[in-house]
């Protein structure tokens, strides 16, 4: 049994994409969801799924009303599939109305029963470290119940490998994708960002059409620290995601920045991804494209929204000279827009757009979107 993470608002995406893979039994849940496999479905699920941050695998459930029995639990999993006694762990436990209600008691017992079972069966230990572990041990404990879980990602899925420039307040990858994939695009029609940034949303929408995996540019997962592990089984699933790109799939695809450094840093990301002059990046104010009749295109941004008072008034007026600017030139188009401020959202003067509540990292957002 396995459970994908995900950031909150975005499990409907995630569910979609795992039907997608085919993966077995396949269950939406809060903050992710839940499916049926073997090792080899969690490589496929790590290596495709652009909404994921986590692929978490179940190695065991148990009553835990004392710390006896937690111990026992942990004790009794046999951890030499995830470790071996050189290798380093780290564990993060988490409790809701459990008797065990104190989290780093609870990752020191599961310690204890993980290092006290490799000293009885191998005489040696691995060692806790924080920083770099081979595997991390995740302990759930919600009405006694616990569950345990080995993380098979690694570092967080969002982290794509391709991203060279950082910028100001970037944009996850996973949360470009799911603008992406919530705006409907069709994968065909031109797409512009006006307020690109480091072109996270373009980069990933290339990415889409194009059918390329988005765990492709990944130098590691968490799976190949594992003893056993199977590289054979990877470098086929890897070889069938090459086949399976789409290299001449071409939309138009353009991203515009006042600051001509971020689009300097957009083509850095953009080759860090391999697709060089794939995207067209200008430096220019968001209102000052001439957007093309008949295109219907799609419009998918994120703009900049303060979060103190008086920088939100000051971008007040830029969000309304963007509204008017889409309403009255943007014909046929439809727009897609984050931001977390409600004043801003109205300063748009664009009432036909729908709202998803979404979160940006620990920002409460909503996302607009609609045609125009």
Same mark, same amino acid.
């Given at each position: 049994?396995? *459970?994908?993470?995900?950031? $909150?608002?975005?499990?409907?995406?995630?569910?979609?994409?795992?039907?997608?893979?085919?993966?077995? !039994?396949?269950e939406r849940q809060v903050g992710g969801i839940q499916f049926e496999g073997t090792l080899v479905d969690a490589m496929r699920a790590n290596l495709w799924?652009?909404?994921?941050?986590?692929?978490?695998?179940?190695?065991?459930?148990?009553?835990? !009303?004392? %710390?006896?029995?937690?111990?026992?639990?942990?004790?009794?999993?046999?951890?030499?599939?995830?470790?071996?006694?050189?290798?380093? =762990?780290v564990i993060d436990a988490h409790t809701n109305a459990s008797a065990l209600d104190h989290t780093l008691f609870i990752e020191q017992r599961v310690k204890d029963a993980i290092v006290d079972r490799f000293r009885e069966l191998e005489n040696r230990r691995p060692d806790? %470290?924080?920083?770099?572990?081979?595997?991390?041990?995740?302990?759930?404990l919600v009405k006694d119940r616990c569950t345990?879980?080995?993380?098979?990602?690694?570092e967080s899925l969002h982290k794509r490998g391709w991203r060279r420039y950082q910028g100001r307040a970037p944009l996850?990858?996973?949360?470009?994708?799911?603008?992406?994939?919530?705006?409907?695009?069709?994968?065909?029609? $031109?797409?512009?960002? $006006?307020?690109?940034?480091?072109g996270t949303i373009l980069i990933e929408a290339l990415l889409l059409a194009r059918n390329i995996a988005p765990g492709s540019f990944?130098?590691?997962?968490? =799976?190949?620290?594992?003893?056993?592990?199977?590289e054979t089984a990877w470098k086929k699933l890897v070889d069938e995601a090459a086949r399976a790109a789409k290299p001449n799939a071409r939309p138009v695809l353009q991203g515009r920045d006042w600051d001509p450094a971020t689009i300097a840093g957009a083509a850095e990301n953009l080759h860090g991804a391999g697709i060089e002059a794939a995207i067209e990046f200008t430096v220019g104010e968001a209102t000052e494209w001439e957007p093309k009749p008949g295109w219907n295109a799609w419009?998918?941004?994120?703009?900049?929204?303060?979060?103190?008072?008086?920088?939100?008034?000051?971008? #007040?007026?830029?969000?309304?000279? *963007?509204?008017? =600017?889409?309403? #009255?030139?943007? %014909?046929?188009?439809?727009l897609s827009l984050l931001t977390s401020s409600q004043r801003l959202a109205e300063a748009l003067r664009l009432p036909r757009l729908s709202r998803r509540p979404l979160l940006n990292g620990p920002l409460e957002c909503v996302l607009l979107s609609g045609p125009v």
């Open positions: 049994m396995f *459970f994908v993470t995900c950031a $909150p608002g975005l499990e409907i995406l995630l569910h979609a994409e795992a039907r997608e893979l085919r993966l077995g !039994k396949v799924l652009r909404t994921a941050v986590r692929v978490l695998m179940r190695v065991s459930r148990f009553e835990a !009303k004392d %710390d006896a029995a937690l111990y026992a639990g942990a004790r009794a999993v046999d951890w030499s599939r995830f470790l071996a006694g050189e290798r380093r =762990f806790v %470290d924080k920083q770099d572990p081979d595997v991390s041990i995740y302990v759930h345990l879980l080995v993380d098979t990602s690694g996850s990858e996973t949360l470009a994708a799911a603008l992406v994939l919530f705006s409907g695009w069709d994968r065909r029609a $031109p797409l512009i960002d $006006p307020f690109c940034g480091g990944r130098k590691q997962f968490g =799976f190949q620290r594992w003893p056993g592990y199977d419009i998918v941004t994120n703009p900049p929204y303060g979060e103190r008072v008086g920088a939100e008034r000051a971008l #007040e007026a830029s969000y309304t000279r *963007f509204g008017q =600017f889409v309403a #009255e030139g943007c %014909d046929g188009y439809h």
